[in-house]
T-cell receptor
Framework: AQKITQTQPGMFVQEKEAVTLDCTYD???????LFWYKQPSSGEMIFLIY??????QNATEGRYSLNFQKARKSANLVISASQLGDSAMYFC????????????????FGQGTILTVHP | NAGVTQTPKFRILKIGQSMTLQCAQD?????MYWYRQDPGMGLKLIYY???????DKGEVPNGYNVSRSTTEDFPLRLELAAPSQTSVYFC??????????????FGDGTRLSIL
């Protein structure tokens, strides 16, 4: 069974600084995908970034990047130049990939990290 | 640009009552999902569907039922509401793709309280 662990219940960062949110995972699959979502206080789930297990380069999307270390089974989210609007809950999630090459895209979520950006 | 629409946004139920949470998507996505999020926790999969007429259980299906008669709609039914079902419910959808790197698109959630 897949498992996602986010060990930081809460993180604080000063505006304009960079912050790293940790995510480790456990899976026996060779092929898998890792997603990061942002959940502001308003409650919606916003997709940020995706990393495939066979991707050779770390994913980047604007101020978001993934520090993907496959051997250590970690996929940490790095937010550069933090903004007040980055204050939110952040979830790491893993996509299941079934034997035989099929995937129904089901996601297993971590418990989340609450990020607070201070002015 | 509707995306995934969930109704209602809020609901209070009494123990033992039943209700249906509605979910509709206008993106012609094959895959749809129902998750619940308990306070301070991550999302857990209740049920999912890979197309009209096809549904399957997720991690926490007990106390819930689903149906998928059309591509667009994926309602979630609570038959006998229990306090343990107090949660925020999210519906999501995703297009089919062989690489499965497409993200799920989420609705805004339904906040349900069972008293």
């Amino acid at each position: 069974a897949q498992k996602i662990t986010q060990t930081q219940p809460g993180m604080f960062v000063q505006e304009k600084e960079a912050v790293t949110l940790d995510c480790t995972y456990d899976t026996s699959d060779q092929s898998y995908g890792l997603f990061w979502y942002k959940q502001p206080s308003s409650g919606e789930m916003i997709f940020l970034i995706y990393q495939g297990s066979y991707d050779e380069q770390n994913a980047t999307e604007g101020r978001y990047s993934l520090n993907f270390q496959k051997a250590r089974k970690s996929a940490n989210l790095v937010i550069s130049a933090s903004q007040l609007g980055d204050s939110a809950m952040y979830f790491c999630a893993m996509r299941e990939f079934l034997a035989g090459g099929t995937s129904y895209g089901k996601l297993t979520f971590g418990q989340g990290t609450i990020l607070t950006v201070h002015p | 640009n509707a995306g995934v629409t969930q109704t209602p946004k809020f609901r209070i139920l009494k123990i033992g009552q039943s209700m249906t949470l509605q979910c509709a998507q206008d993106m012609n996505h094959n895959y749809m999902y129902w998750y619940r999020q308990d306070p301070g926790m991550g999302l857990k999969l209740i049920y999912y569907s890979v197309g009209a007429g096809i549904t399957d259980k997720g991690e926490v299906p007990n106390g819930y039922n689903v149906s998928r008669s059309t591509t667009e709609d994926f309602p979630l039914r609570l038959e006998l509401a229990a306090p343990s079902q107090t949660s925020v419910y999210f519906c999501a959808s995703r297009p089919y793709d062989s690489q499965s790197n497409q993200p799920q698109h989420f609705g805004d959630g339904t906040r349900l309280s069972i008293l």
